[in-house]
T-cell receptor, first 111, second 114 residues
Framework: QQPVQSPQAVILREGEDAVINCSSS?????VHWYRQKHGEAPVFLMI?????EQKGHEKISASFNEKKQQSSLYLTASQLSYSGTYFC????????????FGQGTTLQVKP | EADIYQTPRYLVIGTGKKITLECSQT?????MYWYQQDPGMELHLIHY???????EKGDLSSESTVSRIRTEHFPLTLESARPSHTSQYLC?????????????FGNGTRLTVT
């Protein structure tokens, strides 16, 4: 079942923070986060496994709450290069190998 | 850097033609995937494979078929293209180590059926 992302779109000024949420109605084994720029392929950001861990990459970090079946992506002090569409992808608890993506959140960072 | 290649990059073809979209990876990954994505929209899984001679349909019903005769090659075929097949098709691969392996995407094939 497809995870649900919110918000659908975000417009920021450089230096502002943003949070993108991803939730599922089914138990999750892992959550992936990818960013896709216009006309390009999605690029991997990070993976979170069940256990409530938090990961970070420069000023982009994420958390995974297994009990709530949701993950959040935190973008701190956003830069123009952060613009794009962010997708979360989820593996079900059965670890079937199928990665199902949410509908995407479009982030636009303005100068 | 990921080594996964898709050809052609763009394809414009008439209705009723048979087409094959090529996808190859040089990383020795066992898992491969095909996603369909309309412009600005979500990624829909249409096919995936765990390895040679293993193929499964994804969550989005598709009239396309796939084959996995070699580890590095995962072509997608449409026997009779229709305008409704117009979309971008993205191929991806990952290691067979479970759900903690990132997907590496190719640059996609933009298909237009006239």
């Amino acid at each position: 079942q497809q995870p649900v992302q919110s918000p659908q779109a975000v417009i920021l000024r450089e230096g502002e923070d943003a949070v993108i949420n991803c939730s599922s109605s089914k138990a999750l084994y892992s959550v992936h986060w990818y960013r896709q720029k216009h006309g390009e392929a999605p690029v991997f950001l990070m993976i979170l496994l069940k256990g409530g861990e938090q990961k970070g990459h420069e000023k982009i970090s994420a958390s995974f709450n297994e009990k709530k079946q949701q993950s959040s992506l935190y973008l701190t002090a956003s830069q123009l290069s952060y613009s794009g569409t962010y997708f979360c992808g989820t593996h079900g608890s059965g670890n079937t190998g199928k990665l199902i993506f949410g509908q995407g959140t479009t982030l636009q960072v303005k100068p | 850097e990921a080594d996964i290649y898709q050809t052609p990059r763009y394809l414009v073809i008439g209705t009723g033609k048979k087409i094959t979209l090529e996808c190859s990876q040089t990383m020795g990954h066992d898992k491969m995937y095909w996603y369909q994505q309309d412009p600005g929209m979500e990624l829909h899984l249409i096919h995936y494979s765990y390895g040679v001679n293993s193929t499964e349909k994804g969550d989005l019903s598709s009239e396309s078929t796939v084959s996995r005769i070699r580890t590095e090659h995962f072509p997608l075929t449409l026997e009779s293209a229709r305008p409704s097949h117009t979309s971008q098709y993205l191929c991806a691969s990952s290691e067979m180590t479970g759900a903690d392996s990132p997907l590496h995407f190719g640059n996609g094939t933009r298909l237009t059926v006239t």
